[in-house]
């Protein structure tokens, strides 16, 4: 597991949004396994560090929570998003593409920065 | 917005809520499931697939815990479980609790309130506008210091100054008010114009003096103290423009003074005149009568007023040589006119208070440092447990700071209550010359105050327990305290500590003793001091006549023989005085003598003048050294005759005979001739604690006034008496007003100066009082605890033989050493500290031998009890069970 990254602080909860986002309502299991799947297994997460970020968008309003129903017949607690949230989803996205785009050229050998 | 949201969540999630505990639990076990059946469908073992998930998730509590700190705000559920943890600690020790907050308390209480007082009339600004820039001007003779001004001199000084935006001046003047139910005396003061607009102060109702108003042939008006609009007219807003009736006078109502304002030198006064200077008085240069309140100019100093006024007043000394001769000036700020004579009672008691403080503080300190050295036992346990230094001193400090804010809001609270008990405590008479400590209570300053005590006690309350447990040996240490249980050295320490703070409680005990037994001393000496009288079965009565009825000498000559003859004949009245003015009330009404056939030695020879009728002095019992006394028959067609004190013979007639010798007044005008036919034995004029002036006693038929006091001995209860005297009185003549009636003995043991040395004396013996108790219960915390720790070292003392009078002798001993140290430090600091109250004390040194070692012998007696019970308990130790309690 050593080449693992580590989720950095903060860029957890954009996935979590974007991973309600994508599959609708959803349980922590589910929201831990689809993020672990998508990075294509190249992140370490400890799904237990996903339930205090969870907790923290619902005391923000991004997300609502209710007991539900699993696929394979489980009681679990689904997450949706709020209308708060697809905003701060948005808002969130737009930024992360930002910095990313910015850093991108610093990383990138450029002509212009010699 | 949602961070606000997220932080309110979050604060109400601190509380504890099992619901969300329970979901918590419930969504986590879901978790696992849904991963625990995923691996199940991978091809795991059941028991390895749950092995699987919770390592996946990291641990089902941390999981769980992270959440409930997202959950709530951890520090605060901390400090919410620091204070649940402490108060449990704190009820399971119901005695020291107690102890240490009613401790705190006290020492906050006695501060507190003391402060009060200081605040209110030392601190808080008088309530007039800019008031420091008000000052009180006075002129200055030898014998007063501040000596009031004659008017002609007034008016000079307001022409001449270059350095009072506004100079006004008032004068006391009790007056006769008309009233529907008859005549009364009550409280009157006359004010030049311009006074009120010099305070600051304007009429909630109707206007304030007109300039001009204060001349002598303007029409007579009159402004109303609040009280009386409200008491004699019933607030009405229709007064201004009424008469009233003042000294046969009809004045008219201009206006009404607002609630708040006050002139503490003249209250309870109702009805403030404007000025009109009037009778032999006023209009005299010689005759000084009248007190001055400027208001600098911006920029001017008192130091420049003085010089100003001083040259002004150098001016007219050789304009005026005879009237003015020696007259200087002198300035002061108004607020220190007001409550001057306070100051240093005032301050005294709050060092008092403080020292009171120190030993409370000191005492609560080593409770909690005995406290902090039976836990570490507890310290050590948690600490092996895991409890991070942090952690630890959190807690203690959170326990202290428990314990200080009981104490302090219980001081707070007791503090404002034994404010208005001690306010309830001051005689009605006394606090309306004091207005300004009606509104005493718990303001910002006062709370201010207190705040900063708290804080103080915060600091040393959670700071004693954690420097005891040495910060470098929370954690290195332990091991050893877990296996010691807090035996053997490690109390040294606090031994050591507990020592000092028992010195410096011991020491502060005795300052407080000493300063109780010197202010003690000094009454007992104030309240025997030599009057010249006998003051026993006397009493007086204070008489107005009305002067419209009386306006001849030969009239009041004639009354007072009326009022003396009648008074002669009631049962019971053994002989009956009249003077102008009672004896042991204050030195003053003076007059310049010279004496005739010798050259002026240019000098203010300046006495006290009385006016007493023929049965004065045997009424007092005072004695005549020579000559004789005046008899009843030595009116204004007789020779002018005066007998004078002992103090007067003796520095004007130093090795002559005075009988026959001549005085008069300082142009020796013929009818101020008189001469002196008897000397009395010094009778105390002044004050009890002021020293005696000479003085001249002139016949009262020679020299009447309308207010007099008639002064009897009687047989019986002199209280009892006054209503006779009343109704005697009222006999002669009903509109003759009677003012206070009281025992001569009364009327000392009431004199302002007794009942300042009286309250100090209450007050500090109180403080002292407290102070001896606490020294002597942490001397007795200090010695039972070094018993307690050295029971091991006793049992193997008496194994080995020693006798238990050597034990006593251990612990005496250990137990002594403090006393002693205690008591010599105490006692120097005593010394020291009574010097600073020099100005308080009357006929002690600060060093009174006596007193000191009083109080030495005082401690040192209950210091013995107080180390000898812990002792008797050691001497007790059974040897074996002391080895096996181990």
Redesign the interface.
């Given at each position: 597991m050593g080449d693992k990254a580590d989720v950095w602080q903060g860029t957890l909860a954009l996935m979590v949004l974007k991973t309600i986002e994508a599959l609708g309502p959803l349980h922590g299991y589910g929201i831990a396994r689809r993020i672990e799947q998508i990075s294509g297994d190249a992140l370490s997460l400890n799904y237990g560090t996903l339930y205090p970020a969870l907790l923290k968008l619902e005391q923000e309003g991004a997300i609502a929570s209710e007991w539900g129903v699993s696929d394979n017949n489980r009681k679990a607690k689904f997450y949706r998003l709020t209308r708060a949230g697809h905003k701060l989803l948005a808002t969130e996205t737009r930024n992360w593409e930002q910095t990313t785009a910015i850093l991108a050229r610093f990383l990138s050998p450029s002509e212009d920065l010699a | 917005m949602?961070?606000l949201?997220?932080w309110l969540?979050?604060l109400a999630g601190t509380l504890p809520n099992e619901r969300r505990e329970h979901?918590l639990a419930?969504?986590?076990e879901?978790?696992l499931?849904?991963?625990i059946?995923?691996n199940l469908r991978a091809g795991m073992a059941p028991e390895q697939a749950r092995r699987e998930a919770i390592l996946?998730?990291?641990?089902v509590e941390?999981?769980k815990q992270?959440?409930r700190?997202?959950?709530g705000i951890p520090l605060l559920e901390n400090l919410l479980r620091d204070v649940q943890f402490a108060l449990r600690q704190l009820r399971k020790n119901p005695g020291f609790t107690c102890t240490a907050v009613l401790m705190l308390a006290l020492g906050m209480c006695a501060a507190v309130a003391i402060f009060g007082f200081v605040d209110a009339s030392l601190i808080k600004p008088l309530p007039y506008r800019n008031p420091n820039r008000l000052v009180g001007v006075f002129e200055k003779v030898p014998l007063f210091p501040q000596s009031n001004l004659s008017y002609p001199d007034y008016l000079d000084w307001k022409k001449l100054n270059a350095v009072f935006g506004s100079l006004d001046v008032y004068r006391h003047d009790g007056c006769i008010v008309n009233t529907a139910s008859g005549a009364q005396p009550a409280m009157g003061t006359r004010v030049s114009d311009g006074f009120f607009r010099t305070l600051g102060v304007v009429p909630v109702l109707g206007r304030d003096f007109r300039t001009g108003e204060d001349l002598r042939d303007a029409p007579a008006t009159v402004l109303l103290s609040y009280t009386a609009w409200q008491t004699r007219y019933g607030g009405n807003q229709n007064v201004v423009g009424k008469t009233v009736t003042l000294d046969g006078v009809p004045h008219t109502i201009i206006g009404v003074l607002p609630a708040d304002f006050h002139f503490a030198p003249r209250e309870p006064s109702e009805f403030w005149m404007a000025f009109q200077p009037a009778g032999n008085c006023d209009l005299r240069r010689s005759c000084h009568g009248i007190y001055g309140v400027g208001r600098l100019k911006d920029g001017t100093t008192i130091e420049t007023a003085l010089a100003d006024l001083t040259s002004i007043a150098k001016q007219l000394e050789k304009q005026y040589p005879d009237s003015n001769r020696g007259q200087g000036a002198a300035v002061a700020p108004l607020s220190e006119v007001i409550v001057g004579p306070l100051r240093p009672i005032l301050l005294m008691l709050l060092s008092g208070t403080g020292l009171l403080l120190l030993i409370a503080g000191g005492n609560a300190a080593s409770l909690l440092l005995v406290r902090s050295e039976s836990r570490t036992r507890e310290i050590a346990v948690r600490s092996a447990l895991g409890a991070g230094r942090a952690r630890l001193v959190t807690q203690f400090v959170t326990e202290g700071l428990v314990l200080v804010a009981a104490g302090c809001l219980l001081g707070v609270a007791s503090a404002n209550w034994t404010m208005k008990l001690l306010l309830r405590l001051i005689p009605q008479d006394y606090l309306a010359s004091m207005p300004y400590l009606y509104d005493l209570g718990l303001n910002g300053r006062v709370l201010v105050f207190a705040g900063g005590i708290a804080l103080l006690a915060a600091v040393v309350f959670s700071l004693t327990p954690t420097l005891h447990f040495g910060l470098p040996r929370i954690g290195s240490g332990m091991r050893d305290k877990l296996a010691d249980g807090g035996r053997g050295s490690s109390g040294n320490t606090w031994r050591r500590l507990g020592s000092r703070l028992v010195v410096v409680e011991l020491a502060t005990a005795v300052v407080l003793l000493a300063g109780a037994g010197l202010l003690g001393k000094s009454l007992y000496l104030l309240l025997n001091v030599n009057l010249g009288l006998r003051p026993d079965h006397v009493a007086t009565l204070a008489v107005a006549a009305p002067p419209a009825n009386y306006a001849k000498d030969e009239q009041l000559a004639a009354l007072t023989r009326r009022i003396v003859g009648r008074i002669e004949t009631l049962p019971g009245v053994r002989s009956v005085g009249i003077g102008s003015q009672l004896p042991v009330s204050y030195n003053g009404n003076t007059d310049w003598i010279r004496i005739a056939g010798r050259p002026y030695n240019e000098l203010h020879n300046e006495v006290n003048e009385r006016d007493v009728s023929a049965g004065f002095f045997t009424t007092l019992q005072a004695k005549l050294l020579r000559g004789r006394y005046f008899t009843d028959a030595e009116d204004a067609s007789k020779p002018r005759v005066v007998i004078v004190n002992q103090a007067l013979a003796k520095k004007y007639f130093p090795s002559e005979d005075p009988i026959g010798k001549r005085i008069g007044d300082t142009e020796l005008k013929p009818k101020s001739i008189r001469e002196i036919i008897g000397v009395v034995e010094d009778v105390r004029e002044g004050s009890l604690d002021s020293e005696i002036w000479p003085a001249e006693y002139l016949p009262f038929n020679q020299s009447p006034d309308h207010y007099f006091t008639v002064i009897v001995r009687t047989s019986q209860e002199e209280r009892t008496l006054i209503p006779t005297l009343t109704g005697a009185i009222h006999q002669i003549d009903p509109h003759i007003v009677t003012l206070k009636g009281t025992s001569m003995e009364e009327a000392i043991h009431d004199s302002p100066s007794a009942y300042m040395h009286r309250s100090a004396v209450w007050l500090v013996s109180g403080f002292a009082f407290l102070a001896l108790v606490l020294g002597v219960v942490g001397l007795y915390g200090v010695v039972s605890y070094s018993v307690s720790q050295r029971t091991r070292e006793i049992g193997v003392r008496m194994a080995l033989g020693a006798e238990r009078g050597s034990i006593y002798d251990l612990i005496l001993r250990e137990a002594g050493r403090l006393v002693l140290v205690g008591i010599a430090i105490g006692l120097a600091c005593a010394v020291g500290a009574a010097s600073l109250m020099k100005g308080l004390l009357f006929g002690v040194r600060s060093w009174d031998v006596p007193t000191l070692a009083a109080v030495a012998a005082v401690l040192g007696m209950a210091a013995l009890v107080a180390s000898y019970l812990p002792a008797r308990r050691a001497a007790g130790v059974n040897p074996v069970e002391a080895l096996r309690a181990e």
């Open positions: - | 949602n961070r949201r997220a969540l979050r979901e419930a969504e986590i879901a978790h499931q849904l991963h059946d995923d996946k998730l990291g641990g941390s999981t992270f959440c700190e997202r959950n």
